[in-house]
């Protein structure tokens, strides 16, 4: 079945540094999601990337959807005690079937360091 | 207020019992999924639906059951045949399996 990795499981930062995530899935996607969860909350949902190499935009926050359609990156830029959590992709493979269901990955926790 | 309620939020039931845990949703979504969350780990699926009175096993199905009479609930039970089942239980709702997907509260069961 499919597989969606994500790395790291963990990042330590700075209050101020940089922070990035990436996902990588085993089949070719239809499209990916990513989702935050703050600390005992629930997943929110942040976006959704559809076009290859497609980059979008949240404030702070950029995603990107490779040009195979295979991997993906969120990327925060000068990170704030608000951005605490744990920030998951979800991926859909593309199916001929329409029964394929969104994967999730495993995670990347997100601790700031004032 | 549209949304999708879980309940209860935490729950305790004693080993070798039966417990049914509720997820409501009011956003007229098609879909419907439960996950299970451990400690430190990712979300893994447990059952889904797609329609009424249809549903499909998820990766982790074993000792758990659903049903899906009503188009707005889709009650999760963890039965006596589930070996480890403490975790963190997160209902889900979606349009279709295209789009976002709205998340419960949650529910945190330990069984002692």
């Known amino acids: 079945g499919q597989q969606v990795m994500q790395i790291p499981q963990y990042q330590h930062v700075q209050e101020g540094e940089d922070f990035t995530t990436y996902c990588n899935s085993s089949t070719t996607l239809s499209n990916i999601q990513w989702y935050k969860q703050r600390p005992g909350g629930h997943p929110v949902f942040l976006i959704q990337?559809?076009?290859?190499?497609e980059v979008k935009k949240q404030k702070r926050l950029t995603f990107q959807f490779g040009e195979a359609k295979k991997n993906s990156s969120l990327h925060i830029t000068a990170t704030q005690t608000t951005d605490v959590g744990t920030y998951f992709c979800?991926?859909?493979?593309?199916?001929?079937?329409?029964?394929?269901?969104?994967?999730f990955g495993t995670g990347t926790r997100l601790t700031i360091i004032p | 207020d549209g949304g999708i309620t879980q309940s209860p939020k935490y729950l305790f039931r004693k080993e070798g019992q039966n417990v049914t845990l509720s997820c409501e949703q009011n956003?007229?979504?098609?879909?419907m999924y439960w996950y299970r969350q451990d400690p430190g780990q990712g979300l893994r699926l447990i059952y889904y639906s797609q329609i009424v009175n249809d549903f499909q096993k998820g990766d982790i199905a074993e000792g758990y059951s659903v049903s899906r009479e009503k188009k707005e609930s889709f009650p999760l039970t963890v039965t006596s045949a589930q070996k480890n089942p403490t975790a963190f239980y997160l209902c889900a709702s979606s349009e279709s399996e295209n789009t976002e997907a709205f998340f419960g509260q949650g529910t945190r069961l330990t069984v002692v």
């Open positions: 990337l559809v076009k290859s190499g």
């Open positions: 979800a991926a859909l493979p593309i199916s001929n079937f329409g029964n394929e269901k969104l994967t």
């Open positions: 956003l007229n979504h098609d879909a």
